[in-house]
């Protein structure tokens, strides 16, 4: 099956810091990649589309400026927090699908915690 | 509003039993895919539906997606601690967004 990873599997940082999570595609090309947060005992909340090469696409109440979203290439999307607080701290997953409106197959997660 | 209903969200039952998770719309989805995450974990692929009236089995699970294409059950029989998890429902709407609808999830508790 498709398999997609993810970067690091948990990070402890500071308040104000800037943290980058990467999610690959290792079997397959990924014309597009999802970002999505949860929090404990809750379901996913989609934060972001990205489509190789163009800009992402933010859900609505998802500040653009804050999580900066790249798909450089068709195995490769990160995600940064930039300035991270404390109410950032999340569980971030990537989820990955070889054409629009397929299958998404889940990246493992990380755990972000902001001190 | 939620799109996708998702029922029951808490559910504990002894090994051996059976239980039905509901999935429910009032939108069509071109596809449905239900999922199992772990904690800590990323949510892992069970099955993806996509004809009305479609059925499904994965060992000892069923899965129904309706024949409108609104509605999709997960039936599991003689449940084991290991099926213990949250079982996720999610739906790529016709004529939608790229993107799923998720389901706030059937926390499934299953006790020895």
Redesign the interface.
Known sequence: GAVVSQHPSWVICKSGTSVKIECRSLDFQATTMFWYRQFPKQSLMLMATSNEGSKATYEQGVEKDKFLINHASLTLSTLTVTSAHPEDSSFYICSASGTRTDTQYFGPGTRLTVL | TQLLEQSPQFLSIQEGENLTVYCNSSSVF??L?W?RQEP??????LV?VVTGGEVKKLKRLTFQFGDARKDSSLHITAAQPGDTGLY?C?G?MVG?????T????T?LIIQP
């Open positions: 071109s596809s895919q999922y800590g974990e990323g949510p892992v692929l993806t996720l999610a790529a939608g967004a790229d993107g799923l998720f389901g706030k999830g926390h």
